[in-house]
T-cell receptor, first 112, second 114 residues
Framework: DQQVKQNSPSLSVQEGRISILNCDYT??????FLWYKKYPAEGPTFLIS?????DKNEDGRFTVFLNKSAKHLSLHIVPSQPGDSAVYFC???????????FGQGTRLTINP | KAGVTQTPRYLIKTRGQQVTLSCSPI?????VSWYQQTPGQGLQFLFE???????NKGNFPGRFSGRQFSNSRSEMNVSTLELGDSALYLC?????????????FGSGTRLTVV
């Protein structure tokens, strides 16, 4: 039962353009969504989050959008930089602070 | 400050053997969670410990077990290894239980079962 899905295993974007990473979920009880970034040979690091009562959260070059009716969220990175090349995981947190449920991850490659 | 330390970094084991992985959290962090990362499944939750007690458990068979010591260090054990157990095992520590914004992951232990 994959409650959080990232249907694009990989994404390639030119430096300076916008990167859009997508995530779908099935559990309507999630109260927070989080994005983590992972470089090879390192553990994931927290990037940005959004509460289920909001539809947008912005932090510098990173913006997360949440569409509750579609059970869909997306991470926008503008402008994309070579250092953004990594695997990105989205995760949902069940209400009552249950464990995080992660998606499969999307490998983002930024081309010079 | 020192990060989350996982040992060993790499392991090769044979089917049927057992393995123990170790995780030392950031000093002062009392919660440790374990995740399994595989290419097709992403990060799947194994278990979470706080104050030496398992507080939450994922949908893994009983061959997967863990414990936490009084100094918050945690170990994970997998018995009767199967080929499908080959994965990157990540632990994450946080100051308090389920403090996901303070989640710090280790670099992981890559287990290969042959």
């Amino acid at each position: 039962d994959q409650q959080v899905k990232q249907n694009s295993p990989s994404l390639s974007v030119q430096e300076g353009r916008i990167s859009i990473l997508n995530c779908d979920y099935t559990n309507s009880m999630f109260d927070y969504f989080l994005w983590y970034k992972k470089y090879p040979a390192e553990g994931p690091t927290f990037l940005i989050s959004i509460s289920s009562i909001k539809d947008k959260n912005e932090d510098g070059r990173f913006t997360v959008f949440l569409n509750k009716s579609a059970k869909h969220l997306s991470l926008h990175i503008v402008p994309s930089q070579p250092g953004d090349s990594a695997v990105y995981f989205c995760a949902g947190r069940g209400s009552g602070a249950q464990k995080l449920v992660f998606g499969q991850g999307t490998r983002l490659t930024i081309n010079p | 400050k020192a990060g989350v330390t996982q040992t060993p970094r790499y392991l090769i084991k044979t089917r049927g053997q057992q393995v123990t992985l170790s995780c030392s959290p950031i000093s002062g962090h009392r919660s440790v969670s374990w995740y399994q990362q595989t290419p097709g499944q992403g990060l799947q939750f194994l278990f979470e410990y706080f104050s030496e007690t398992q507080r939450n458990k994922g949908n893994f068979p009983g061959r997967f077990s863990g414990r936490q010591f009084s100094n918050s260090r945690s170990e994970m054990n997998v018995s009767t290894l199967e080929l499908g157990d080959s994965a990157l095992y990540l632990c994450a520590s946080s100051l308090v239980l389920r403090d996901y914004y303070g989640y710090t992951f280790g670099s992981g232990t890559r287990l290969t079962v042959v």
